[in-house]
């Protein structure tokens, strides 16, 4: 039996390379939200369980057979949150931040759901959520589209992405779709793919999502949502495209897209890509405008949109992320110098608040100056034995045309300073 212990199936290790693409996506998406005006919060990863099966939706995939949830020591049910607007949502009506006002928050962090691991799709992955709180119009459902529109020219992923829009309406309006569907599919149910049929008697509409062939042939002949549409989302659906229209936003209207979870209404959409095969939408959202009061606060329109940071890292892939390289790399050789060089390089960080590296360790010259050389640092500061007999410094120029100088330990901090200045 072997000893090694691994990861779980379908939770992802961040190598620094892949780590440094999210940090970079997280840092724009913070700056571009900030110019924005959305503020940042932090919410937990553990929820009741009870919250998603109510808030996302008893017959959706997610709660169906993608949650983890767990007793805990208490007998508690438990769930990894799968999405983040419902405990968002939560999160508002209990510090009373829904009542009478208006926000605009986001977050990011990890979500969890049992699903078949593949690329793009694992059980852990990370989102960034943004959701807009007690704001009406379809002005802000443009902001938001405006804004992942910002980001995505940021990432330089402009030209890779499109948008899809829709609207489904009021409650009502899916409600007499959703029986116009089932009389249309229950005439062809021999033709249906084991999915759908379960679907058609637990969440027809979700049908419409559906990614076999034959069951996409039947739903060519089938009723449309848009026709079912009440006048009052009709009107907010078209203003909010003629403010796309204004701004230059292009989109397509798309009559499939319904989204996985039951708490949208109105304004849907997705950000897609073809770089990625089946898992091609790297952003999701729309209105949810009756989860506040259906968790017990005052009736309150939400609209948001979460974003999956592994698929937008994939896209990314090809682009050379640069991490930050170090500006200085100190080698040293024998206990003392290593001992003298710590020393040196707190005061660096102090002093100049410049970023340095010490080599740990023993280690030949040679060998350390090559480690010096691959870590991107501009100079090598250099304690041996000639340095530490003379109470001095070597530093050492690592790029362009090269050049070493010893310098007395007194008087390094002043000439760092002046060499960094340049
Ligand atoms: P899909 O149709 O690909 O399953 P979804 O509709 O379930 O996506 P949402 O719940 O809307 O996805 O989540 C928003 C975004 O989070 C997705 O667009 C995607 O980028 C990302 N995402 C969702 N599930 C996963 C997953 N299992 N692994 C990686 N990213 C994911
Ligand atoms: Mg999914």
């Known amino acids: 039996m072997s000893n090694t212990i691994k990861a779980i199936r379908g939770m992802q290790d961040l190598l620094p390379e892949k780590k440094a693409r999210f940090r970079l996506i997280e840092d724009q998406a913070r700056s571009v939200l900030m ?41 508690e049910s438990l769930t990894l949150r799968p999405e983040g ?9 209990e510090h009373g931040l829904a009542f009478n006002q208006t926000q605009r928050l986001w977050y990011t962090g990890p979500m969890f759901r049992y699903e078949r691991p593949q690329k793009g799709r694992y059980r852990q992955f990370d989102q960034i959520g943004v959701e807009c709180i007690g704001m009406e119009g379809p002005d802000i459902d443009a902001e938001l589209l405006l804004l992942s529109a910002r980001l995505w020219s940021v990432l330089g992923l402009s030209n890779a992405v499109t948008l899809e829009l829709n609207s489904i309406g009021d409650a009502e309006s899916r409600q007499a779709f959703s029986a116009a569907l089932v009389a249309y599919l229950t005439r062809f149910k021999a033709d249906l ?22 069951t996409q042939t039947l739903l060519e002949d089938a009723p449309v949502l848009s ?11 078209d203003g909010l495209c ?3 229209d204004a701004a230059g936003q292009p989109y397509r209207i798309n ?23 089946a898992q091609g939408t790297i952003c999701g959202g729309g209105r949810y405008d009756g989860l ?42 024998g206990e ?26 023993a280690g030949k010259l040679k060998a350390q100056m090559k480690k010096a050389d691959l870590s991107g640092a501009e100079i090598a500061l250099i304690v041996a034995e000639d340095e530490l007999a003379q109470d001095a410094v070597s530093v050492r120029e690592l790029r362009g045309e090269g050049g070493q100088a010893l310098v007395q330990t007194s008087a390094l901090i002043e000439q760092l300073q002046r060499r960094f200045e340049q």
């Open 336 to 361: 003392d110098a290593r001992g003298k060089m710590l020393v040196l390089a707190e005061q660096v960080r102090t002093q100049l608040g410049l970023s340095i590296q010490v080599h740990a360790g």
């Open 242 to 244: 003629a403010i796309l």
């Open 85 to 93: 607007t419902a405990g968002l949502v939560r999160f508002v009506n």
């Open 227 to 237: 026709d079912f549409i009440d006048a009052a989302s009709r009107k907010h659906f």
């Open 255 to 277: 009559q499939s897209i319904v989204r996985g979870l039951d708490y949208y209404n109105r304004t849907v959409f997705e950000w897609v890509t073809d770089q990625l095969g």
């Open 35 to 75: 110019d924005y005006g959305y503020q940042e919060v932090g919410l937990p990863v553990l929820e009741s369980t009870s919250l998603f099966s109510r808030l996302v939706g008893a017959s959706t995939d997610i709660v169906e057979k993608e949650m983890y949830t767990f007793n805990d020591r208490n007998e």
């Open 292 to 333: 506040v009061a259906q968790l017990g606060g005052k009736p309150t329109p939400c609209v948001g949109f979460a974003l999956g940071l592994d698929r937008l890292a994939l896209m990314l892939e090809d682009q050379a992320t640069q991490g930050r390289s170090i500006d200085i790399y100190g080698v040293s050789v």
């Open 193 to 214: 793919d084991d999915d759908s049929l379960r679907r058609l008697t637990t969440n027809p509409i979700r049908i419409l999502d559906s990614k076999v062939p034959t």
